[in-house]
């Protein structure tokens, strides 16, 4: 079946240091994906979206960049700091309003 | 603004008894969403009221999964009778409108023994 996933499972960065979290989806007929952040003890987190007429968007410290033709979605996190330490999701949805998740990114940033 | 709230946060029961979940949603949210994850996997959608009716239960496990959302404000989620394999975290979600942001509460730990 098709479903979204995540290229790797953890992620060790150095506090100041960029992030690159990837994902990977499988449905062509997805149109929005979004970015969620987990914290420990806590619901995920919306960061930031993106729809499939784009190829990037960017947030405070955030970028969204999707690839259509490759069908890959990234996170990137300026000067990455400990409060970004988390659980990261990427989520998509394909006009059914029920959101499709990936497995997740553990982030940890190393003081 | 309150975000999304659920009931209780923690809730361990044994095999064959019966648990409810409680999601209040964004205060004028139509769309309540329920979602879980358990160990180890992703995070499933279960369901989708739009105000107090069921716009999609395609993803409910089985029929020991009920919902409810009289009145089109709160929801309940009962699991009657929990099965071991039922543990897991519970996430409620909701939206304004169906094509909108989820906001998400902070989640029920179930745990079968």
């Known amino acids: 079946g098709e479903s979204v996933g995540l290229h790797l499972p953890t992620l060790s960065v150095q506090e100041g240091d960029n992030s690159i979290i990837n994902c990977a989806y499988s449905n062509s007929a997805s149109d929005y994906f979004i970015w969620y952040k987990q914290e420990s003890g806590k619901g995920p987190q919306f960061i930031i979206d993106?729809?499939?007429?784009?190829d990037k968007r960017q947030g405070q410290r955030v970028t969204v960049l999707l690839n259509k033709t490759v069908k890959h979605l990234s996170l990137q996190i300026a000067a990455t700091q400990p409060g970004d330490s988390a659980v990261y999701f990427c989520?998509?949805?394909?006009?059914?309003?029920?959101?499709?998740f990936g497995a997740g990114t553990t982030v940890t940033v190393r003081a | 603004e309150a975000g999304v709230t659920q009931f209780p946060s923690h809730s361990v029961i044994e095999k064959g008894q019966t648990v409810t979940l409680r999601c209040d949603p964004i205060?004028?949210?139509?769309?309540l969403y329920w979602y879980r994850r358990v160990m180890g996997k992703e995070i499933k959608f279960l369901l989708h009221?739009?105000?107090?009716?069921?716009?999609?239960e395609s993803g409910m496990p089985n029929n020991r999964f009920l919902a409810e959302r009289t009145g089109g404000t709160y929801s309940t989620l009962k699991v009657q009778p929990a099965e071991l394999e039922d543990s897991g975290v519970y996430f409620c979600?909701?939206?304004?409108?169906?094509?909108?942001?989820?906001?998400f509460g902070p989640g029920t730990r179930l745990t079968v023994l």
């Open positions: 979600a909701s939206s304004q409108d169906m094509a909108d942001t989820q906001y």
């Open positions: 205060s004028g949210h139509d769309n």
């Open positions: 009221f739009v105000k107090e009716s069921k716009q999609d």
């Open positions: 989520a998509e949805n394909n006009g059914d309003y029920k959101l499709s």
């Open positions: 993106i729809r499939s007429n784009m």
